[in-house]
C-alpha cells in the first residue's frame, strides 16, 4: 500500500508558526535588511559574500553569504578602516525577524551616533553584568539551565527549544562569548546567533528580545524542517487569523515592525543570480549616483525574480 503524499497546494500553504524561533528562514533573508535599506549595499560577484551593506561611513558593515554556511556576519569599527571590534554571525536557520532585532537598533544607534558625538552606541564597551545582555530572556521567564561548564551561564526557554550560552571565560574582544541558538542540533534545525566578546550588551539584548516575542511568523509548509515540526504549532493564514481587533500592545507594535519589513523586502534581490546581475548593473551604469555624488540605495526598486533566496549548495 503506497503512502499518499502531500500536494503541492498543501506544502505551499502558508502558515503561521510559533514559536518564530524555530521558523527558520523561510527562504528569505531578507527581511533583516529593512531597516538599513536606505544605507549603501554593495553587490559582489566573486566569494561567498554575496552582498554588504554599510553604514554611510562604513564602520558598520553587514554581509549577507547566501550560498554559504553562515548567512549574516555583521561587524562595526571605530573607523572604516580600523579593526573590527565586534562581529555577530547569524547562521542559515535563524529566522530573519531575530537578525531585524539587532539591524534595527544598528540603525538606530548609527541615527543617534550622526546627531550628537559622531560616535555611536554600537561601539560601546559592554556591560560587567552578563545579565545585561539576555534582560529580555530573564523577564520573559527563561531559567538558567544545568550543566553548563564552569565559568559559563545557560539561560533556557519553557519549552527547553532556546537558550543562550554565555562565556565568561573570555577576554579578547575577538572570541566567541555569547550563544543564542533554538532548535535541535543539526545543521539543518539548529539556529544560532553568536556574539564576540565586544559586543556591546544592549545590541545583544535587543536580538534577544525578538526571540521572546510571542507573535508567530508566516511560512509556507515546506520551510518547516520535518524534524522540527512536531515542536511548533501551525495554524493556516486566513483572513481570520490576521485580524487583531483589540488596542495594539507593544508586541503588535514590533510585529506590524517585522510585517513591514517583510513587504519592503519583497522589492528585494532574492537569489545569487539577482544579485549578480546587480553587481554588473552598478559598474556600467552611471545611474547609481545621486545628485549629491553619493550611492543610491539599489534595492529599493527592484523586483524579485525568485520566491526565495538561494540555499546552500554545499
Known amino acids: 500500500m503506497s503512502v499518499q503524499q502531500p500536494n503541492d497546494n498543501y506544502l505551499y500553504q502558508e502558515v503561521l508558526v510559533s514559536p518564530m524561533y524555530l521558523a527558520g528562514t523561510g527562504g528569505t533573508a531578507d ?3 529593512a531597516p ?5 549595499h554593495h553587490y559582489l560577484d566573486d566569494g561567498p559574500c554575496q552582498l554588504v551593506i554599510t553604514s554611510p561611513d562604513h564602520r558598520i558593515r553587514i554581509g549577507w553569504y547566501g550560498d554559504d554556511f553562515d548567512l549574516w556576519k555583521i561587524t562595526a569599527a571605530e573607523e ?3 579593526s573590527t571590534r565586534w562581529t555577530a554571525t547569524f547562521n542559515h536557520s535563524m529566522p530573519p525577524e531575530v537578525v531585524v532585532g539587532l539591524t534595527t537598533a544598528l540603525a538606530s544607534d548609527y541615527a543617534e551616533a550622526d546627531v550628537y558625538d559622531g560616535n555611536g552606541r554600537f561601539l560601546a564597551n559592554p556591560s560587567m553584568n552578563w545579565a545585561d545582555a539576555v534582560r529580555p530572556l530573564i523577564d520573559a521567564g527563561w531559567t538558567h539551565g544545568g550543566g553548563a561548564a564552569s565559568g559559563t551561564v545557560e539561560i533556557v526557554a519553557p519549552d527547553g527549544q532556546a537558550g543562550v550560552l554565555i562565556d565568561n571565560r573570555r577576554y579578547r574582544f575577538d572570541e566567541e562569548a555569547v550563544t543564542l541558538w533554538a532548535g535541535p542540533h543539526g545543521w539543518g534545525t539548529r539556529a544560532e546567533a553568536i556574539f564576540t566578546a565586544g559586543t556591546p550588551s544592549h545590541l545583544i539584548a535587543a536580538t534577544a528580545a525578538t526571540m521572546v516575542d510571542p507573535a508567530p511568523v ?4 515546506h520551510h518547516i524542517h520535518r524534524e522540527v515540526a512536531h515542536l511548533v504549532s501551525l495554524t493556516p493564514v486566513t483572513p481570520s487569523t490576521l485580524q487583531a481587533p483589540r488596542a495594539p500592545t507593544p508586541l503588535d507594535v514590533r510585529r506590524t515592525a517585522v510585517t513591514q ?3 519592503r523586502a519583497a522589492r528585494f534581490p532574492r537569489t545569487a543570480a539577482d544579485l549578480r546581475v546587480m553587481a554588473a548593473r552598478s559598474r556600467t551604469s552611471t545611474s547609481a549616483q545621486n545628485p549629491s555624488g ?3 540605495p539599489a534595492l529599493a ?3 524579485s525574480a525568485s520566491p526565495s533566496t538561494p540555499r546552500r549548495s554545499r
Open 218 to 221: 508566516v511560512r509556507e509548509r
Open 36 to 40: 538599513v535599506a536606505h544605507w549603501p
Open 80 to 82: 572604516a578602516s580600523s
Open 261 to 263: 519589513a517583510v513587504q
Open 31 to 33: 527581511p533583516s535588511f
Open 301 to 303: 526598486a527592484r523586483p
Open 294 to 296: 553619493s550611492p543610491a
